[in-house]
């Protein structure tokens, strides 16, 4: 059975511009949940996509945004870049929408933004 | 603001040395509670998802147990081997989602 893949691995883009992150889940999960990972933060949730609705959202301004296709794939979107938006983006993906599931992540987007 | 904490953040040890590690969270809201193991370079692993006030799960030479009224989970490792050197991440569920905060981690060395 496949992983949860994400695409791009690696991502260099300038302060200002946009980003569009792709995250495929393992076959037949119905739940997307993204986290960013810096230093400093450590990991912190960003928003959660089950059967094309977003049921959570963290503490993050709206230049985040996401959404979740009928296949379950899902994007996550940052406009107008700024430095600190530099992380590695991880999604991981359940097979249920309760938070007893066990959620299988994948190897993550590293964004640099100069 | 929820806040799920980890200690030791970092743990040096010798090969065959057992050891253990804790992860506080609030007691109120609780429904769930997450290990994992990170290794440098690779996706989380997912190790164990806990629930009930006195559980306790066990993979090979890693276990957890979990106490809900008071809000804590320990994960312990018996016989560490260098293998086993990563980062080991809590994180709590307190809502029906899978929303997960995650505490800070403990970094475990394991010198052969």
Redesign the interface.
Known sequence: KAGVTQTPRYLIKTRGQQVTLSCSPISGHRSVSWYQQTPGQGLQFLFEYFSETQRNKGNFPGRFSGRQFSNSRSEMNVSTLELGDSALYLCASSLTGQGAGEQYFGPGTRLTVT | ILNVEQSPQSLHVQEGDSTNFTCSFPSSNF??L?W?RWETA?????LF?M?LNGDEKKKGRISATLNTKEGYSYLYIKGSQPEDSATY?C?G?????????????TRLMVKP
């Open positions: 429904y769930a997450h994992y690779k996706s989380p692993e997912a998802v629930t991440l994180a569920s307190f809502n029906a989602g899978n929303m997960l905060t995650f505490g800070g981690g």
